[in-house]
T-cell receptor, first 114, second 114 residues
Framework: QQQVKQSPQSLIVQKGGISIINCAYENTAFDYFPWYQQFPGKGPALLIAIRPDVSEKKEGRFTISFNKSAKQFSLHIMDSQPGDSATYFCAATVGGGSNYKLTFGKGTLLTVNP | DAGVIQSPRHEVTEMGQEVTLRCKPI?????LFWYRQTMMRGLELLIY????????DSGMPEDRFSAKMPNASFSTLKIQPSEPRDSAVYFC????????????FGPGTRLTVT
């Protein structure tokens, strides 16, 4: 059973545009929501993360919006650049004790055209 | 600092052969994770260790898969016997005890079983 649903599967954006990737979760016990960025031939790398006590977190051109009541969160990439072309994964986890297990979405392949 | 190191980067083997994947986590990190990535199933957690002790191996697909962490700087994932459906990219990731849920991924091992 997939616990984190990610959409769209792929996204094409023009340079300078806004890229938006959405994720929905089912487990209300999740308390940490990171986004990972993966370039071809590389491992995923942490991009930005949020906890459910805030509704938005911004780091440079990257923003996470979080809607706890709807159990949804999204990644916004402002002023998208060709260098942002990569696969993006949302993830979620239930913390506490020694549990650091992340559940990943299926990923979104972002292509930013020059 | 060196990141997570995985070897080999590519492995091609025939069905029925034993395959051993290796991982060296970042020095000072005390959690280690093994993931498998395929187009169909995305990123799946296979097993993870805290302080060299296996915590959750519920993602290990079957008895053909085994993982060990004999010390804080080395882990192996073994598949015996290998099957074509094991073809995937296998990632190792590590986490520092003070950094909550931030995982650092290695470059992966691309396994092809013919």
């Amino acid at each position: 059973q997939q616990q984190v649903k990610q959409s769209p599967q792929s996204l094409i954006v023009q340079k300078g545009g806004i890229s938006i990737i959405n994720c929905a979760y089912e487990n209300t016990a999740f308390d940490y929501f990171p986004w990972y960025q993966q370039f071809p031939g590389k491992g995923p790398a942490l991009l930005i993360a949020i906890r459910p006590d805030v509704s938005e977190k911004k780091e440079g051109r990257f923003t996470i919006s979080f809607n706890k009541s709807a159990k949804q969160f999204s990644l916004h990439i402002m002023d998208s650049q060709p260098g942002d072309s990569a696969t993006y994964f949302c993830a979620a986890t239930v913390g506490g004790g020694s549990n650091y297990k992340l559940t990943f979405g299926k990923g979104t392949l972002l292509t930013v055209n020059p | 600092d060196a990141g997570v190191i995985q070897s080999p980067r590519h492995e091609v083997t025939e069905m029925g052969q034993e395959v051993t994947l290796r991982c060296k986590p970042i020095s000072g990190h005390n959690s280690l994770f093994w993931y498998r990535q395929t187009m169909m199933r995305g990123l799946e957690l296979l097993i993870y260790f805290n302080n060299n002790v296996p915590i959750d191996d519920s993602g290990m697909p079957e008895d053909r898969f085994s993982a060990k962490m004999p010390n804080a700087s080395f882990s192996t994932l073994k598949i015996q016997p290998s099957e074509p459906r094991d073809s995937a990219v296998y990632f190792c990731a590590s986490r520092h005890r003070d950094r909550d849920y931030e995982q650092y991924f290695g470059p992966g091992t691309r396994l092809t079983v013919t």
